[in-house]
Structures are given as structure tokens and as C-alpha cells.
T-cell receptor, first 113, second 112 residues
């Protein structure tokens, strides 16, 4: 139990589908993150939210749309994905202050048909 | 952005001490050094974090020399369950965390 819960754990979708990934944390953190981990590649930071406002967007394609309605919840809305988007999507949270490490969920394994 | 260099893989046997060294030559004054462990199909787990000298917790020790250009994660008496990928990260955790870059990590294989 990491304190960060991601649902669903597995998702298979077609390229024309629309789906959403959900992340929830009960650690009292005020920053949340989305990462992408492709096979045999390092984790790639996609989005950073602090106090529910986006502070980083590392040139992620617009087919990925994040939403952070409050400090405990984070969503990643997906639409018109490509096969190369198949990956493990990880959510993390932390206190947004110096010296505070990130806590990760166990991810959503996404497969695009 | 401070980049890190670590061995791609390491092998060890149960009961041995394992030391994984990470190089970070351009570490900045505000940067912390953080190590994570990741098992297949799971998210990374925080192991230990330090700024200088030595830090020890219940699972590992972190040694940081005075120049802070490298760090060594020490895992005492490893077991088969310690087989995982270990990541060294260097960054200013305060402020924007967008500068925390995960490298390829070190794949540790513990054998019986």
C-alpha cells in the first residue's frame, strides 16, 4: 500500500476510444504527477500539478489531457491514442516543498489496439 | 539539469552487501539525491534521500562524499526479493519537480 491508488490497473482500448485514468492520494500531499514508462525506457514526466494548478507540461501531445479537480485526485483523459502510446502510466504525489520525495502508485498498464 | 550515470546492471548473491554508485558531476547546490526501487509492473518506491555525508534508514544507507559529485547506495545482506531496478535521481525537490529526471537505472539481480 503506497497511499496512491490508480484505476484501472489494466486498460485495453482502440485508437478511436475515449477513456480516463484516475489517481487518488490520501497522503495530504499538494502536488501530483503523471509519468509514462514505455518498455525499456526511462520514466518520462508528462504533467505536474501543484495546488491543483498545472506547473509543468513536458511537450505532451494534446491527445493526453490532464485534470486535477482537487489536491487528492488526478485524471488523465485519453482520446485518439496511437499504438506507441501503449505503456505503463504512473501517478505520483508529494509535498511541494524542498526535500520531499514522490510517492508512486502502481500504474495503469495501457494497451492500444 | 543534473544528469546521473549508474551501471546498467549488477549481479549479487543472497546475504551479500551491494553497493550501487551513481555519478552526478554537475549537481547543483540545491539538489538532493534520491534513490528509488522499482519492481516489474509496479511504481517506483522511495528508498532513501540525502544531501551530504551519510544517511541510514531501516533498509539502506546512502554515502555522499564531500564534493557531492557521486553517491553510493548500500544494501546490506540482500535477498532474492531485492531483485529490482534502482534509480538515482538528483534535483531540487523544492519548487518545480519537473527537473527530476529518471535515468535507465541499475538492474540488480540477486541470485541464491
Amino acid at each position: 500500500e503506497t497511499g496512491v491508488t490508480q484505476t484501472p490497473r489494466h486498460l485495453v482500448m482502440g485508437m478511436t476510444n475515449k477513456k480516463s485514468l484516475k489517481c487518488e492520494q490520501h497522503l495530504g500531499h499538494n502536488a501530483m504527477y503523471w509519468y509514462k514508462q514505455s518498455a525499456k525506457k526511462p520514466l518520462e514526466l508528462m504533467f505536474v500539478y501543484s495546488l491543483e494548478e498545472r506547473v509543468e507540461n513536458n511537450s505532451v501531445p494534446s491527445r493526453f489531457s490532464p485534470e486535477c479537480p482537487n489536491s487528492s485526485h488526478l485524471f488523465l483523459h485519453l482520446h485518439t491514442l496511437q499504438p506507441e502510446d501503449s505503456a505503463l502510466y504512473l501517478c505520483a504525489s508529494s509535498a511541494y516543498s524542498q526535500g520531499q520525495p514522490q510517492h508512486f502508485g502502481d500504474g495503469t498498464r495501457l494497451s492500444i489496439l | 539539469l543534473a544528469k546521473t550515470t549508474q551501471p546498467i546492471s549488477m549481479d549479487s548473491y543472497e546475504g551479500q552487501e551491494v553497493n550501487i554508485t551513481c555519478s552526478h558531476n554537475n549537481i547543483a547546490t540545491n539538489d538532493y539525491i534520491t534513490w528509488y526501487q522499482q519492481f516489474p509492473s509496479q511504481g517506483p518506491r522511495f528508498i532513501i534521500q540525502g544531501y551530504k555525508t551519510k544517511v541510514t534508514n531501516e533498509v539502506a544507507s546512502l554515502f555522499i562524499p564531500a564534493d557531492r559529485k557521486s553517491s553510493t547506495l548500500s544494501l546490506p545482506r540482500v535477498s532474492l526479493s531485492d531483485t529490482a531496478v534502482y534509480y538515482c535521481l538528483v534535483g531540487d525537490i523544492g519548487g518545480s519537480q519537473g527537473n527530476l529526471i529518471f535515468g535507465k537505472g541499475t538492474k540488480l539481480s540477486v541470485k541464491p
